[in-house]
């Protein structure tokens, strides 16, 4: 095993998954921000080699060698390093653009009042009320925890543009189609990229645009179809006609959320038996240019989410929280960004032993009381869901983990934190479990939201599960 002289070691022997691959996720965070370098791994673990060449492949990191030797594992992995600001190419000025005359504000219809309203109740009566609005622009004020990230959810989804006059109680909201958005101003950002080169239409037969460019997937699997589709992108010219094929109707949902995503104009989609698609090509410049956004001025936040992974915690069985925080904190590793909901029973794992002190006291019924009682709180109370015969399974399984050196929940939970992964709790079912601020461990990354934050995540994740 050759040992670069400017290689980090990194001793993983008697450490089980995923623990290695936290451990060496880690050090290359770090490393990374220090221009880059080797990193040599130690590991015993049987998962270790197959585990660490998928990290590899998806964080983009190059595995020199890996190896085996009297069951020790040897890993030499390359980390890139990031780029500084300062080595970074310069971004040219912008061409001037010709001055647009001001157009006027939206008329502005009477304020939405949700104040005392729970969760879902709130985005319920934003999205009927932009129903019967259709264009225009209106205020909506609410006292519920989770308004100010539902509605930023909300809006992204609904294409409309939220300016908080107060934050987490009182919103602008102007939807899409008012004069504002129709006026070329919001899409001068694309001036500063070069356009791409004109299309070339080819006229059919009976006068219509032909297809340029017909491509067919059924050959291949869904995950090849992907890796095709997106080294396609780059080459399509604007306004480009492209026709995509493939057998079956599984890969309709893939596919139309790879157009989305690359902005762009589907023209037909057909998926009752095979899957046909025929769109208008959007170059990537302007693709890119066209969903940049500024969330501070008040402009619709388009988040780019196909490395996203969404987990929806709902049950408490001790099983099923370690297979949710194993995927959790395997997902980031491998650089995904990952966002926890945690619902109904769940939201046990984010009690703490203690009250919080930084958080008031809310008052619940007697009922409520009676619930919490009952429920097991925090990371180390969680019962089996099976063989759990009154904590004797759960000490047995403890101690087998022990043996293993296997992370239990407390240890995953601190690991998931401190990779950045979103703890969302559900002000809903907060309410009515009973379950307040104050019964919560004082975790740096838990946030408060609903339905709408959940669905707008999980819509736009490559992974979703449910536990």
């Known amino acids: 095993m050759m040992h670069p002289q400017n290689a980090q070691h990194l001793d993983c022997r008697g450490q089980q998954c995923p623990q290695p691959i936290l451990t060496t996720a880690k050090a290359a965070r770090t490393l990374k921000g220090r221009g880059g370098g080797l990193i040599e791994i130690e590991a015993d673990d049987d998962a270790f ?19 085996s030797t009297q069951g020790v594992h040897h890993a030499v992995i390359r980390v890139p390093g990031t780029r500084s600001s300062a080595s970074a190419p310069p971004v040219p000025a912008p061409p001037p653009t010709a001055a647009v005359s001001p157009t006027p504000k939206p008329s502005r219809a009477p304020a939405l009042d949700c104040r005392g309203m729970q969760c879902p109740e709130p985005i319920l009566q934003v999205s009927r009320r932009a129903r019967e609005l259709g264009v ?12 100010e990230l539902d509605l930023r959810a909300w809006g992204r989804r609904a ?12 919103a602008l909201l102007t939807l899409k189609g008012t004069a504002t958005e129709k006026a070329p101003a919001p899409v001068a950002t694309a001036a500063a990229v070069p356009p791409a080169r004109p299309p070339v239409p080819t006229p059919a037969a009976n006068g219509e645009e032909a297809v340029s460019l017909d491509i067919g997937l059924s050959h291949l699997d869904d995950a090849q179809r992907l890796a095709r589709l997106h080294a396609l ?26 157009a989305a995503e690359a902005g762009h104009d589907v023209l037909s989609f057909d998926a009752r038996v095979d899957t046909i698609m ?31 992974c969404t987990l929806l915690v709902l049950h408490n069985d001790k099983e099923a929280l370690l297979a949710a925080l194993l995927v959790a904190n395997g997902a980031a590793a491998q650089g995904m960004e990952v966002v926890l909901f945690f619902t109904f029973w769940g939201l046990n794992l984010l009690r703490g032993d203690e009250p919080n002190a930084a958080e008031p006291e809310e008052h619940v019924s007697w009922m409520q009381k009676m619930m919490k009682w009952m429920m ?24 087998i983990m ?24 559900c002000t809903m079912s907060m309410q009515v479990m009973g379950i307040t601020k104050r019964d919560l461990a004082p975790r740096k990354n838990v946030e408060y939201g609903g339905v709408a934050a959940f669905v707008e995540s999980a819509a736009s994740s490559s992974l979703s599960l449910m536990f």
Not at 376 to 392: F, H, N
């Open 49 to 67: 080699p197959l585990d660490i060449k998928s990290w590899c492949r998806s964080s983009g990191s190059e595995l020199v060698e890996v190896k």
């Open 136 to 147: 225009g622009s209106f205020e909506v004020l609410a006292d519920d925890p989770a308004f």
């Open 159 to 170: 294409g409309c543009t939220v300016e908080w006059l107060e934050p987490g109680k009182r």
């Open 233 to 258: 992108g780059g080459s399509l010219a604007e306004g480009e006609r492209v026709r995509i094929r493939c057998q079956g109707s599984s890969f309709a949902t893939p596919l139309l959320r790879w």
């Open 278 to 308: 025929e769109l208008r090509a959007k170059a990537p410049s302007t693709a890119i240019a066209s969903s940049a956004t500024t969330a501070s001025s008040g402009a619709l936040e388009v988040i780019r989410t196909e490395n996203r």
């Open 376 to 399: 097991p709180k925090g990371p180390r109370r969680q019962k089996l869901g099976q063989m759990d015969m009154a904590g004797m399974g759960r000490g047995m399984l403890k101690s």
């Open 402 to 425: 022990d043996s293993y050196k296997i992370m239990d929940i407390p240890e995953l939970m601190d690991a998931a934190e401190e990779q950045g992964t979103r703890f969302i709790a």
